[in-house]
Antibody, heavy 121, light 112 residues
């Protein structure tokens, strides 16, 4: 069974940093590209960043470029999102998602339960 | 960026009746080289992550009940639930993966 478990969320002050993790199991992690998607409280879905299987392709939303860094450790079956210079508008549930088995870029088949990031003083 | 719009914003349908949700993209998401529409539909229930229902505009994800169907091409798409069940109450989002950044519609709230 595919499982994605996010962790690392919490309350942080504006300008602060957090590192999110997504532990993957139930599939060969190195075979799938991965993505972070966020959802502000009561709002819609917003793509944040994607990373290919071998980390050779990485994309970011304009809203996080220069502040967030996506990475993965295929040996540890873990996806990361380093978030720096956090702003109030970054407050959201952050989901990690696995790309579809068809290898289609940015089509997401499995999602974690999410981790809440709150940016507030 | 491709802008996705959905209509209606919310919809109330009786149990057993048909529900129809529309999605429109600001530019075509049909890739001519493979004749595929890069359009997916997700269902999100309160407190849960999104669940993939439909991709390639009309391909049902494994395990999704056949009362869910997708149609359309180019810029105009429809999600249809043929006979609404109580467990279908949720938010529904369309999503284009034609190019980067991938974008979502604002969502349609489906109620009984």
């Amino acid at each position: 069974e595919v499982q994605l478990v996010e962790s690392g969320g919490g309350l942080v002050q504006p300008g602060g940093s957090l590192r999110l993790s997504c532990a993957a199991s139930g599939f060969i992690f190195s075979s799938n590209s991965m993505t972070w998607v966020r959802q502000a409280p009561g709002k819609g879905l917003e793509w944040v960043s994607s990373i290919s299987r071998s980390s050779d392709t990485i994309n970011y939303a304009d809203s996080v470029t220069g502040r967030f860094t996506i990475s993965r450790d295929n040996a540890k079956n873990t996806l990361y999102l380093q978030m720096n210079s956090l702003r109030a508008e970054d407050t959201a549930i952050y989901y990690c998602a696995r790309h579809h088995d068809s290898s289609t870029w940015n089509l997401w088949e499995y999602w974690g339960q999410g981790t809440l990031v709150t940016v507030s003083s | 960026d491709i802008v996705m719009t959905q209509s209606p914003d919310s919809l109330a349908v009786s149990l057993g009746e048909r529900a129809t949700i529309n999605c429109k993209s600001s530019q075509s998401v049909l890739y001519s080289s493979n004749n595929k529409n890069y359009l997916a539909w997700y269902q999100q229930k309160p407190g849960q992550p999104p669940k993939l229902l439909i991709y390639w505009a009309s391909t049902r994800e494994s395990g999704v009940p056949d009362r869910f169907s997708g149609s359309g091409s180019g810029t105009d798409f429809t999600l249809t639930i043929s006979s609404l069940q109580a467990e279908d109450v949720a938010l529904y989002y369309c999503h284009q993966y034609y190019n980067t950044p991938p974008t979502f519609g604002p969502g349609t709230k489906l109620e009984i």
